[in-house]
């Protein structure tokens, strides 16, 4: 008997840290949601993202027309394959913008190179300084701004083509 006590406390620990283990994998919850939504964008002015590009400021997205705001990076792999969904929105004439995280214009170049390039202005944020602001937590995430410059919507993760009917319909509730 005394020898099963010996192990109580290692028994203990091993069932507190499952517990805790468990909860770390599989959250209730994992999105992390923008306090921003309802909000004007940030004032940014961000340099261009890629060569060849103008620089991207907050008031390039209240130009009166709803857009998609893209958080992307070339070294993101879900960020490939939300490529070609982006080139099928802008196909559909939907205004892609686009803020490349943590990159580098040469490696984004080479990205848009090899993925498309749905983009109408890409800007290069090094620090994630805009991206946090925005209330983004990863890449990629999008965003539905107004016409004003207002956050409307935000898509975690990669759109996929499924998410098309979605985005349309956020984009018109905003027109």
Known sequence: MRRLWLWAP???????????AFGLIKPDDRDIRSQM??????????PAGAPGRTAFTDSDLKGGRPRLLNIFASWCVPCIAEAPVLMELKRRGVAIDAIAIRDRPEDVAAFLARNGDPYDRIGSDT?????????SSGVPET?????????????????RAEDIPEILAELEKVK
């Open 10 to 20: 290692l028994a203990g620990f091993v069932i507190f840290f499952g517990v805790v």
């Open 37 to 46: 939504i309802g909000q004007p964008v940030p004032v940014f002015d961000l």
């Open 127 to 135: 620090a994630s300084r805009v991206q946090l602001a925005i209330g």
């Open 143 to 159: 965003f539905v701004i107004d016409g004003k410059g207002v956050i409307r919507h935000q898509h975690i993760g990669d759109i």
